[in-house]
Antibody
Framework: QVQLVQSGAEVKKPGASVKVSCKAS????????MHWVRQAPGQGLEWMGI????????SYAQKFQGRVTMTRDTSTSTVYMELSSLRSEDTAVYYC?????????????????WGQGTLVTVSS | QSALTQPASVSGSPGQSITISCTGT?????????VSWYQQHPGKAPKLMIY???KRPSGVSNRFSGSKSGNTASLTISGLQAEDEADYYC??????????FGGGTKLTVL
């Protein structure tokens, strides 16, 4: 069965960086893009970007351009999301979510499986 | 990229039907049939309920249906049940390999 297991909660100081991991299993890792979505406390979902685990290409939301980097390690079926220059407003639960369409059928631009979420707290 | 517009809250009684709207622009909802809907219970990860506007993933009840007219997409839940009480989010492809979510709607089952 498809599983996305994320790394544990983090506490960071303003100005620092955080790197969240998402280990995939139960499917062919390189056949499905991966989205990153965050949710601040009591707020809605916010799309951050997407990575193609096959070639490593990425697309980021304009809001996060220059601050976010998404990478992958095909040997461990893991994708990473690093966010730099953290501020208090970045306190949120960060989710990885698998793109619903595979490389043969094309993207459906939906997220069919989600990780359990990683709480990142930014506080001095 | 501006968030899609959803009502903050909707409510209905068990057995009734409700509809949640999701209004975007001609650059996102209006240009693509790539709207998805998610259900989120408190403290849980979102769950995909509808994709490509009106398709249901395997395992999702046929009480959930999606549609679109112009720049507005809609999620309809028929035969409302207590377990449907949750937050619902729409999402649309917005071109150039980007995605945009709605602000979310809290569904209360009376």
């Amino acid at each position: 069965q498809v599983q996305l297991v994320q790394s544990g909660a983090e506490v960071k100081k303003p100005g620092a960086s955080v790197k969240v991991s998402c280990k995939a299993s139960g499917y062919t890792f390189t056949s499905y893009y991966m989205h990153w979505v965050r949710q601040a406390p009591g707020q809605g979902l916010e799309w951050m970007g997407i990575i193609n685990p096959s070639g490593g290409s990425t697309s980021y939301a304009q809001k996060f351009q220059g601050r976010v980097t998404m990478t992958r390690d095909t040997s461990t079926s893991t994708v990473y999301m690093e966010l730099s220059s953290l501020r208090s407003e970045d306190t949120a639960v960060y989710y990885c979510a698998r793109e619903g369409g595979d490389s043969s059928s094309g993207p459906t631009w939906s997220c069919d499986y989600w990780g359990q979420g990683t709480l990142v707290t930014v506080s001095s | 990229q501006s968030a899609l517009t959803q009502p903050a809250s909707v409510s209905g009684s068990p057995g009734q039907s409700i509809t949640i709207s999701c209004t975007g622009t001609s650059s996102d909802v209006g240009s693509y049939n790539l709207v998805s809907w998610y259900q989120q219970h408190p403290g849980k990860a979102p769950k995909l309920m509808i994709y490509e506007g009106s398709k249901r993933p395997s395992g999702v009840s046929n009480r959930f249906s999606g549609s679109k007219s112009g720049n507005t997409a809609s999620l309809t839940i028929s035969g409302l049940q207590a377990e449907d009480e949750a937050d619902y989010y729409c999402c649309s492809y917005a071109g150039s390999s980007t995605f945009v979510f709605g602000g979310g709607t809290k569904l209360t089952v009376l």
